[in-house]
């Protein structure tokens, strides 16, 4: 379930900022299917991960925490 959240919060910035799922893992140096996993909330980012994301989408690392 916090996995599931998350993923949408990435997924809503990444599209918000512009970026496809390609383009996006891309940048990140991950493959589009490990992208997709933690979108579709498979699979939870490891926190380097998460920072190199949230540098990428220039937003903080609470911005991307899930609120509730």
């Known amino acids: 379930m916090e996995a599931e959240k998350w993923g949408r919060r990435i997924r809503a910035y990444r599209k918000l900022k512009g ?15 490990i992208l997709g996993e933690i979108e579709r909330g498979n699979r939870l980012p490891a926190a380097e991960l998460l ?18």
């Open 51 to 68: 920072e190199r994301i949230a540098e990428s989408l220039k937003i903080t690392i609470d911005d991307l925490t899930p609120k509730e």
């Open 19 to 33: 970026f496809t799922q390609e383009g996006f893992s891309r940048e990140l140096g991950v493959s589009v299917s």
